[in-house]
Antibody, heavy 117, light 107 residues
Framework: QVQLQESGPGLVKPSETLSLTCSVSGGSIIGSWWSWIRQPPGQGLEWIGYIYHSGSSNYNLSLKSRVTMSVDTSKNQFSLKLSSVTAADTAVYYC???????????WGQGILVTVSA | DIQMTQSPSSLSASVGDRVTISCRAS??????LNWYQQKPGKAPNLLIYAASNLQTGVPSRFSGSGSGADFTLTISSLQPEDFATYFCQQSFSIPDTFGPGTRLDIK
């Protein structure tokens, strides 16, 4: 059973860069697509992007200029960087496995990131 | 981007009721439609993929139907653990987009 766990700072200052890591256990990061999805408090879900173990990626154009995703196959981890954050980026951030970019079948528990001075 | 809408936005029902939640896409998406259940403070959990396929481990009282732009999630006989928020999601084209959710409460 694949398990995912997000880690990173829970508080980021405005204009700084949000950095999160997702650690994958119970399976290899190789051969699957991986995603970040966020959910502002009390709101709906927003897909941020996909990344493959090779580094190939797709980002949501609404965030594209600020998003960078990467993979570290040696650590079985993938990461998210979101630059120039504002209060609107405050959300629970989930990492998830995407089954051939068709559906999200395994999710991390989520990490709340608050953007505040 | 493909916009997803859901109806109703909230719903009150009793244990044992049959419940139907609708999801509509702003354009045709074939059967590239998934359903998730989310409980407070938890990550979403995949229930149905590709419109009508039950995810492994999900009780058979959950079912999905539809194609094109209109889809339905049905719970045949509500159980206490089913009270949650339900989201649809399209994977037909990037960016993947989610519906706003349907909150299912106990009557």
């Amino acid at each position: 059973q694949v398990q995912l766990q997000e880690s990173g700072p829970g508080l980021v200052k405005p204009s700084e860069t949000l950095s999160l890591t997702c650690s994958v256990s119970g399976g290899s990061i190789i051969g699957s697509w991986w995603s970040w999805i966020r959910q502002p408090p009390g709101q709906g879900l927003e897909w941020i992007g996909y990344i493959y173990h090779s580094g190939s990626s797709n980002y949501n154009l609404s965030l594209k200029s600020r998003v960078t995703m990467s993979v570290d196959t040696s650590k079985n981890q993938f990461s998210l960087k979101l630059s120039s954050v504002t209060a609107a980026d405050t959300a629970v951030y989930y990492c998830a496995r995407s089954n051939y970019k068709q559906f999200f079948d395994f999710w991390g528990q989520g990490i709340l990131v608050t953007v505040s001075a | 981007d493909i916009q997803m809408t859901q109806s109703p936005s909230s719903l009150s029902a009793s244990v044992g009721d049959r419940v139907t939640i609708s999801c509509r896409a702003s354009q045709r998406i074939s059967t590239s439609l998934n359903w998730y259940q989310q409980k407070p403070g938890k990550a979403p959990n995949l229930l149905i993929y590709a419109a009508s396929n039950l995810q492994t481990g999900v009780p058979s009282r959950f079912s999905g139907s539809g194609s094109g732009a209109d889809f339905t999630l049905t719970i045949s006989s509500l159980q206490p653990e089913d009270f949650a928020t339900y989201f649809c999601q399209q994977s037909f084209s990037i960016p993947d987009t989610f519906g706003p959710g349907t909150r299912l409460d106990i009557k």
